[in-house]
């Protein structure tokens, strides 16, 4: 007999209300990853045999220790689930679920997934009691009230132990991840007869619609094509609905009227049409949790790319936090664009639009860490140097900076048709 669990023990309220609410600057007591400190997250199917049910364990100095003023730490959340009919697949749709159920808690913030979660926790949700362990409360009560049908027993560790922490990034975290993107990796758009959407962010960008496919990922990066279908194996009534493709309209421009048709219904008529392979026209809409942002740099007859992480100027005088404004709440912005890190190196990135070619400027921190398939791709296209053509902060975050560099590089937009 499974137990609905209602009442979470938290000393702060829990509600998906709680779910847009953000924690600044000023009202933050403790902080984790957000490109401050290593923070990660992870989903893992365990034997029965391994799992102690309601076994929550935080191990590392808790927030606490911190001092009166709070300060900033690293953070693992690992939830191990067993039960008979648990999968390996199912791991990372619970594992994005993480997001959602801890943006639940009440003065507690949750952006990104897998290796770049950021979390704060708030004055008010310290002073009222609120410690490591309660997120191991909530992770444990919602994973068996949402998956109850696939989780016998849960149980959550948390680490804040620096060490620790990074250790078992490189060990354990970093190979699932890694593993989880090879299978993926062999699947084309081509290659498949349906396309998922998903609706899951609707609960805060009402007319945001998610085509995911097997060559490009949601925008939160954390909904592959393999994750949305897993999700509607578990709840074909859920979030996920599959897209049976039928007649393509435009290959190049990535049109189906499949996906319109779903796009038009799942929107409520606020969009009624969407190309999934250009930023230029009809473009896939951005709720707000996108990864990065693309936009047009007119002077460089290319765009570029910001991360989520990246605080500084770009070279198109806006930060990652204002361009996020004017591109997010589910709209469609031409020539702007939310999108995943992964789909920064698929080759239906900008199909249309001239692809990876195109992009001329990103922080240094997402390029290295996109560093060795940026390589690759740059081969496949021919340019044995690409990597090194695109420019970044360090080049400059000003127009002028920039085409300087792109000149002296010879970066191929500079010479490709124009992008209006
Ligand atoms: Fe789903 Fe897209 Fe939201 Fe990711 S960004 S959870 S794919 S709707
Ligand atoms: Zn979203």
Same mark, same amino acid.
């Given at each position: 007999?499974? #137990? ?9 309220? =829990? ?13 933050? =007591? ?11 997250? $992870? ?23 911190? @001092? ?38 009440? &003065?507690?913030?949750? /952006? ?26 909530? $992770? ?14 849960? %149980? ?15 060990? !354990?975290?970093?190979?699932?991840? +890694? ?61 996920? %609905?599959?897209? !049976?493709?039928? +007649?393509? $309209? ?8 499949? #996906? ?5 219904? %799942? ?28 936009? /047009?740099?007119? +002077? ?13 100027? *770009? ?10 404004? *004017? *591109? &997010? @709440?589910?709209? %469609?912005?031409?020539? =702007?664009?939310?999108? @995943? ?8 990135? $900008?199909?249309?639009?001239? @692809? ?11 390029? +290295? ?13 021919? #340019? ?37």
């Amino acid at each position: 007999i499974k #137990i609905k669990i209602t009442e979470i023990p938290i000393p702060v309220g =829990f509600a998906p209300a709680f779910e847009g609410e953000r924690v600044r600057k000023d009202e933050m =007591f403790a902080e984790f990853g957000g490109g401050r400190t290593t923070a990660w997250e $992870l989903v893992r199917k365990r034997d029965l045999s391994e799992v102690e049910d309601h076994k929550i364990e935080v191990i590392g100095p808790d927030i606490d220790t911190l @001092g009166p003023d709070g300060g900033k730490l690293p953070l693992a959340i690992i939830v191990d689930v067993a039960g008979k009919n648990m999968e390996e697949d199912f791991e990372p749709v619970m594992e994005r679920r993480i997001h959602y159920f801890v943006n639940y808690i009440e &003065g507690v913030m949750h /952006i990104g997934q897998r290796d770049i979660a950021w979390v704060r926790i708030s004055k008010s949700a310290y002073e009222a009691g609120f410690r490591l362990k309660h997120i191991g409360e909530v $992770l444990y009560a919602k994973m068996l009230d949402e998956f109850g049908n696939i989780a016998d027993k849960v %149980q959550v560790t948390i680490i804040t132990d620096k060490e620790q922490v990074e250790k078992l990034l490189n060990e !354990v975290a970093r190979p699932k991840y +890694e593993a989880r993107d090879a299978r993926l990796a062999g699947l084309t758009d081509e290659s498949v007869d349906t396309f998922y959407s998903c609706l899951l962010c609707q609960s805060f960008a009402p007319a945001h619609v998610c085509i995911v496919t097997p060559e490009r990922l949601g925008l939160c990066g954390a909904v592959s094509w393999l994750d949305a279908k897993a999700t509607y194996e578990l709840n074909p009534t859920g979030p996920c %609905q599959p897209i !049976v493709k039928g +007649e393509c $309209l435009d290959e190049v421009k990535g049109s189906w009227e499949s #996906i319109n048709k779903r796009v038009a219904e %799942q929107s409520h008529g606020a969009t009624t049409k969407v190309n999934i392979y250009t930023i230029m026209e009809d473009p896939m809409t951005s709720c707000g949790c996108f990864e990065c942002i693309c936009g /047009i740099m007119p +002077e460089a007859n290319g765009v570029i790319i910001v991360n989520r992480e990246y605080h500084g100027m *770009t070279p198109l005088g806006m930060t990652f936090g204002e361009l996020a404004s *004017t *591109t &997010g @709440g589910g709209v %469609q912005t031409p020539g =702007f664009m939310g999108h @995943g890190r992964q789909f920064i190196t698929s080759k239906k990135f $900008l199909y249309a639009d001239g @692809g990876l070619k195109r992009v001329v400027w990103m922080p240094k921190e997402l390029k +290295e860490a996109l560093k060795d398939k940026l390589i690759e791709r740059g081969k496949e296209m021919g #340019i044995e140097n690409f990597y090194d053509m695109i420019a970044d902060e360090e080049v400059g975050t000003d127009p002028d900076s920039v085409v300087e560099f792109l000149t002296k590089v010879g970066h191929p937009a500079l010479s490709m048709d124009p992008m209006f």
